[in-house]
């Protein structure tokens, strides 16, 4: 089972280039987020979406851009890459709202991305 | 909104030893309560979870019980193993301004388990 599926694993950007990090799901979730984890802060949530063609912000929205096309794919923009955009992504998904007691968040392995 | 805070790390133990890790949370109402294990070059995987106060989460060993008096949801095993070593993240349930139910996660701790 491919559960949550991220690419690329490695990244190194410039500042001012665009990039797409995809994530795609096999497990017909309705839920998907996007994170950033940075040292000694945990994972804050970038973007989330409940279902195809419904996106939301998170808590830390600026600077990145997503659209959910199908259930599978939640592909997260980042129109023009800054420094502090340096960090590691996690995609992740789950069947209903990620809080609630029956809903087992799924996540993928991550990009390590860097801007330079 | 609902918060964590778990002690730093790292945490080095060797193996068979005694692990505990402590967690505590600060939130309005009754958050369900988390534990993520996050092993080197993975992402995170949910290790157990408590949904109301008193209630015991344990899985592959591992024990943490909700205790709403003090606040606390503490991750105890009795004998690690060198195959534990990871980054382990406390983590409650929260909601953005808008409603929406999001996992909060505390800031990781990072376990090396020695032979």
Redesign the interface.
Known sequence: NAGVTQTPKFQVLKTGQSMTLQCAQDMNHEYMSWYRQDPGMGLRLIHYSVGAGITDQGEVPNGYNVSRSTTEDFPLRLLSAAPSQTSVYFCASSYGPPATEKNIQYFGAGTRLSVL | GNSVTQMEGPVTLSEEAFLTINCTYTATGY??LFWYVQYP??????LL?A?KADDKGSNKGFEATYRKETTSFHLEKGSVQVSDSAVY?CA???R?S?G?????????TKLQVIP
Request: aromatic residues 12%; glycine residues 20%; proline residues 4%.
């Open positions: 958050p369900s070059g993975e992402g995170l995987q949910l979870k949904t993240f409650l349930s929260d953005l808008g929406y139910q999001k996992v909060t996660f505390g800031t990781g």
